[in-house]
């Protein structure tokens, strides 16, 4: 099993660019979301799904969507890139929940310019 | 938001001493949990420990948690060099479905 993948592993961006990052999962979790870590602040909760198709925003949304439309996958789209978005941003999947044992990608570090 | 908060902020030992790390918190918790990260990788799950529960062992890994003082403690007994990294504790809260990691300890350990 492959776990938890993410890509790209380094992005740089310039203000206004849009992407997205991609996360995938291969262990069948019901439950994925994506964290942003930042210097000094621990890992904060961006966005959220309990499955397909049901996304949740966390605690801080802005400047972010997610969609579900499979198990596996979880993309992450930045619309408009920004500086404050310069972050390395993990994905993960867990079996029972938001509250259980999560499971990381190895993260991507983005650079907005 | 309430967080965990470690302490130490940062940690060096040798190699065969033993390293403690702290984490109170603010309010009830379902459950504790304690993570790992290396170095520019993804955090990676040590140990759950439940509202109820006291003290959980993994290998070399000790955990305890106290309610009544809001807080917990990881135990690292005869480190190694190969477990320097840094070191989050996460809260689930009570009544709520999210985790809040805190900012970490970083842990140092000297051939």
């Known amino acids: 099993n492959a776990g938890v993948t993410q890509t790209p592993k380094f992005q740089v961006l310039k203000t206004g660019q849009s992407m997205t990052l991609q996360c995938a999962q291969d262990?069948?979790?019901?439950?994925m979301s994506w964290y942003r870590q930042d210097p000094g602040m621990g890992l904060r909760l961006i966005h959220y799904?309990?499955?397909?198709?049901?996304?949740d925003q966390g605690e801080v949304p802005n400047g972010y969507n997610v969609s579900r439309s499979t198990t596996e996958d979880f993309p992450l789209r930045l619309l408009s890139a920004a500086p404050s978005q310069t972050s390395v941003y993990f994905c993960?999947?867990?079996?029972?929940?938001?509250?259980?044992?999560?499971?990381f990608g190895p993260g991507t570090r983005l650079t907005v310019l | 938001s309430q967080q965990g908060e470690e302490d130490p902020q940062a940690l060096s030992i040798q190699e065969g001493e033993n390293a403690t790390m702290n984490c109170s918190y603010k309010?009830?918790?379902?459950?504790l949990q304690w993570y790992r990260q290396n170095s520019g990788r993804g955090l990676v799950h040590l140990i759950l420990?439940?509202?109820?529960?006291r003290e959980k062992h993994s290998g070399r890994l000790r955990v305890t948690l106290d309610t009544s003082k809001k807080s917990s403690s990881l135990l690292i007994t005869a480190s190694r060099a190969a477990d320097t990294a840094s070191y989050f504790c996460?809260?689930?809260?009570?009544?709520?479905?999210?985790?809040?990691f805190g900012t970490g300890t970083r842990l140092q350990v000297f051939p």
């Open positions: 309010t009830s918790i379902n459950n």
């Open positions: 420990i439940r509202s109820n529960e």
């Open positions: 993960a999947s867990s079996y029972g929940g938001n509250t259980d044992t999560q499971y």
């Open positions: 262990m069948n979790h019901e439950y």
């Open positions: 996460a809260t689930a809260p009570s009544r709520t479905d999210k985790l809040i």
């Open positions: 799904s309990v499955g397909a198709g049901i996304t």
